[in-house]
Structure formats: structure tokens, C-alpha cells
């Protein structure tokens, strides 16, 4: 029983050695998005109360695009943070409004090395014209301070939802 504790703990602590070693000669490692660049499918509602469907044709980013980074990207506007902008930017849909409807679309884009919102397109969506309206909000963002790696500033993938609730 002696012996059997003493290989475990020699083992364990072999392990944990070894482990110690491997992680002090690592560099940091940074994940890198792979687009899925399809084309945007853009709603409008018309007058007449019907959406229309409209195809945009996205061009291919020219840069490599992280999903990971030393410094992510942060919202510029000093005055309110990125969420409160969207609360009060967003414009509820009429037609959403008039037939009561509630959803959440979710959003990616990607922010350059500028801090220039890109590449906007809906991962998924409750309505068509919640996702005009969110698509409309996320373009017309002020500039964000880009992502920084090893103080560069880099193109970074982002997530995320927008509420639409009356």
C-alpha cells in the first residue's frame, strides 16, 4: 500500500513537472477566424407592409481576423458604453411594433485595425425586420479602439446579440 502511494505521488509529481516545462517555452498563442464570407441578405420593409429581400455581394477581408487578442476592442465613445449606445440607438421596426413582436437577433462583425465596423451579417434572428434593424444599429456604429496583440492594433471577430423588446 506504502509503495503503490509513493509511484502514485513520484508520478503526479512528474506530471506536474513536465506540465511546468512545457507551458514556460510557449508563446502566446492567438486564435485566428476563418470567415464564412456569403453573401448579406438584407430585409426592408416596404410602405406596403411586405419585406423585401435584397442580395449584397460581401467582399473577402484582406487581413487575418482574430477571435482572440491581448487587448479586445472597446467601444470609443466615451459618453456611454456599447451597450447603452445600442439602447438608445435602437429603432424598433414598425411593422415588428404594430404585430407585437419581441427577439433577439444575433450579430457578428468584424472590427479592423482601424476600429472601422466591417463585415456586418446575422447569425440568427427572430424576424426579418428585427434583423434590418439590428443590421442598421451595428453599421452605423462610432469607430471602436481596435484589438491590440503584442501592442498592434488587429482585425477582431465579434459576437453579439441585440434585444428587441416592447
Known sequence: MLQTKSILL??????CLLLSFQSNGQEKVHKIFKPDIRND???RERPDG????IIVKKDLPASVIYETADV?????????SFEQYLSENRVYPPLAKEQHI?????????VDQEGKVRFVNIVKSEHPSLSQAAIDII????LFTPAKIDGKAVAFH?????VFKL
Open 10 to 15: 513520484s508520478t503526479l509529481f512528474c506530471y
Open 41 to 43: 441578405t438584407i430585409y
Open 50 to 53: 411586405f419585406t423585401e429581400w
Open 72 to 80: 479586445e476592442p472597446q467601444f470609443a465613445d466615451g459618453r456611454m
Open 102 to 110: 419581441e427577439g433577439k437577433v444575433m450579430m457578428e462583425f468584424i
Open 139 to 142: 453599421k452605423h456604429l462610432p
Open 158 to 162: 465579434m459576437y453579439f446579440p441585440i
